[in-house]
């Protein structure tokens, strides 16, 4: 029962509605069925199916409001549900930032759905897992993988008449590979709608090249240095950069886009001119659910950056009130333009740099500035004449988006990245940027 059609999700959404007793109430359906296999060593270690389908249900008396959960659906499950969340409304206190339930919103279609990814079966998910390993071992390297698929979605409804309904599909693989002798160590994902377009053999070379030529990695000494960043390297810095979009902390002089004297820093020019960062969720390279998590507002289209210039940012309902502007939700995908070059072509005209893989264990050191710091990852080079020319050992960093987005050279052409754990994807391009800091050295592989 965990993927339910449009006409069976608003029937229950329609019956929950109906029982409720309160000023307004709203109610969200939402299923997935997930597949998944595991491995390390070059070993199937587990793997399985997960089915989940939940109700979640609001009830509103003014400013209070109260939720309640539950995964039956028998008309006493519904009844008894919204009754709880009633209960729990009328015991909490006036939430003083409670905006109006929202009336019927026009929801963009979006085709995030394919069937070959749904109709995904275990036979399959043991082959993408094989096929990585297999490649593992012809190179005498050790694999660590990670493969995901889900179909899902996901419906809403209030009793001022707003109803959508989304279904998609998206299968996630990332792989680690290291050298048997704990000197090297590569990295690579894919992240796609439909797992057609997914090649775990593929991915996996990308990695095991990578471990292979990261042995012996030397020494560089930390400093300002000229970098290709490959686009899960990019995506690690931009996804902080987009969490601090937001109107209500520029206005109120909590954030890097906040403007002296008050105010934010929308129109003015704060990134090289060739920066054009969007958000669309009916793009086809990243589709994305049509509505936002938070109130249900209709998503469009929006250019956040363009040309350079400060476009627009995220603004809740209330705070749109409070400050005379227009409601924005967050974005749920992100495109950032690119060129048309490969990293090769990005390696090849660069005379002497560093390139990195992939950024982690990102934290904020001063929102004022989005100065951030990190550790790179899985495959650091040094490269000399257009070439790479031998592995270096991993670097700290300490970088600001805001200057990296300045110090742009040159753009690859976008691939389609997991924004981890903020729960979307995006197209992203590789970026040579000049002057980015590493301020000291890791000894991690």
Known sequence: ???????????????????????????????AETGNIRYARNSVSTSGIVNDIELAVEARFGKKSGTATINEFSDASLEKVMRRAEELAKLSPDNPESMPLLGEQKYMAVNGFAKSTADITPDQRAKAAADSIQAAMKKDVI?????????????????????????STSANFTVTMRTEN???????????????????????????????LSQEAR???????????????????????????????????????????????????????????YSDPSDLSVPAQPWS?????????????????????????????QSKSTATPEPNNLIMVGGDKSTEELIKNTRRGVLVTRTWYIRMVDPQSLLLTGLTRDGTFYI???????????????????????NIED???????NMGWFGYSAMIPALKVRDFTFSSLSDAV
Request: hydrophobic fraction near 40%; charged fraction near 25%; charge should be neutral.
């Open 1 to 31: 029962m965990a993927i339910l059609s449009r006409s069976e999700a608003k029937n229950i959404l329609d019956k929950v509605l109906k029982y409720s007793k309160a000023e307004g109430a709203s109610a969200q359906l939402s299923g």
């Open 143 to 167: 694999a660590a993988g990670y493969l995901e698929d889900a179909r899902s979605f996901a419906a809403v409804a209030n009793t001022n008449g707003l109803f959508g309904y989304h279904a």
């Open 182 to 212: 704990g000197l090297g160590s590569g990295w690579a994902q894919s992240d796609v709608t439909d797992i057609g377009d997914m090649n775990t053999a593929s991915s996996s070379s990308i990695a095991i090249d990578k471990a292979v």
């Open 219 to 277: 020494a560089l000494e930390p400093g300002k240095y000229t970098v290709i960043l490959e686009p899960s390297a990019v995506s690690g810095l931009l996804a902080y950069m987009m969490g601090n979009f937001d109107t209500r902390s520029a206005d109120e002089g909590r954030s890097f886009l906040s403007k002296k004297g008050g105010g934010n820093r929308v129109g003015e020019k704060m990134f090289d001119k060739r920066v054009h960062l």
């Open 293 to 321: 998590d938070d109130d249900h507002m209709a998503m469009q289209r929006v250019d956040w950056i363009k040309g350079g210039v400060v476009e627009k940012l995220p603004c809740s309902r209330y705070w749109a009130e």
């Open 384 to 406: 000399e004449n257009g070439k790479i020319k031998y592995p270096i050992k991993n670097f700290r960093f300490n970088e600001s988006p805001v200057i990296m987005l300045n």
């Open 411 to 417: 753009m690859g052409r976008a691939e389609r990245v």
